[in-house]
């Protein structure tokens, strides 16, 4: 069975500041995507990247920076200098690679961001 | 380009009744997932229909089920409806690009259902 981590339910920071979201996942499969979607008040949930099980290349976009770490099970996110409009809802999501399968998205239990001006 | 369109936005309904929600899929994507997120909590998977049919289905009861149509369009229905029902149901898409290969997961904005 798949699992998604995020240990941290809250995080509070001052605009400026840099911020790092945990997340752990455990599957069995060989292959899989790793998502980060946000999720502001409006509800819709935004897609910020996918990573697949074989690229553990770090990404930067923005302030955007993902590390995957294959060996650690873990993808963690990095808002650096973080702004207000970064205050969401952040989950980290697995999903098996497959053809039949991808679509089915186990998601993490979120993590409350609220940046202050 | 719109993306996935969903509605009604918002829904109260009475235990025990019926309910049907609506999703349009971003333009050129063919397969629709469904999900139940219920307050506090991270999204639950619920079913994927792919070509019409249903492909993949999560842990929830017979009492959920659902359709997609020729225009890949999907409605999800939820029979005898209790008061755990209550949560927002966000509908996916994305596009089958061939050997396995699909385009990443787009979500609507969701419909919030209040059951009472």
């Known amino acids: 069975a798949q699992k998604v981590t995020q240990a941290q339910t809250e995080i509070s920071v001052v605009e400026k500041e840099d911020v790092t979201l945990d997340c752990v996942y455990e599957?069995?499969?060989?292959?899989?995507?790793l998502f980060w979607y946000k999720q502001p008040p409006s509800g819709e949930l935004v897609f910020l990247i996918r990573?697949?099980?074989?690229?553990?290349q770090n990404e930067i976009s923005g302030r955007y920076s993902w590390n995957f770490q294959k060996s650690t099970s873990s993808f963690n996110f990095t808002i650096t200098a973080s702004q207000v409009v970064d205050s969401a809802v952040y989950f980290c999501?697995?999903?098996?690679?497959?053809?039949?399968?991808?679509?089915?998205?186990?998601f993490g239990q979120g993590t409350i961001l609220t940046v202050h001006p | 380009d719109a993306g996935v369109t969903q509605s009604p936005t918002h829904l109260i309904k009475t235990r025990g009744q019926q309910v049907t929600l609506r999703c349009s899929p971003k333009?050129?994507?063919?397969?629709v997932s469904w999900y139940q997120q219920a307050l506090g909590q991270g999204p639950q998977f619920i079913f994927q229909?792919?070509?019409?049919?249903?492909?993949q289905r999560g842990n929830f009861p017979d009492r959920f089920s659902g359709h997609q149509f020729p225009n890949y369009s999907s409605e999800l229905n939820v029979n005898a409806l209790l008061l755990g029902d209550s949560a927002l149901y966000l509908c996916?898409?994305?596009?089958?690009?061939?050997?396995?290969?699909?385009?990443?997961?787009?979500f609507g904005n969701g419909t919030r259902l209040t059951v009472t």
């Open positions: 599957t069995r499969d060989t292959t899989y995507y």
């Open positions: 990573r697949n099980s074989f690229d553990e």
């Open positions: 999501a697995l999903s098996e690679a497959g053809g039949t399968s991808y679509g089915k998205l186990t």
């Open positions: 229909y792919y070509e019409e049919e249903e492909r």
């Open positions: 996916a898409s994305t596009r089958s690009l061939g050997t396995g290969v699909h385009s990443p997961l787009h």
């Open positions: 333009s050129g994507h063919d397969t």
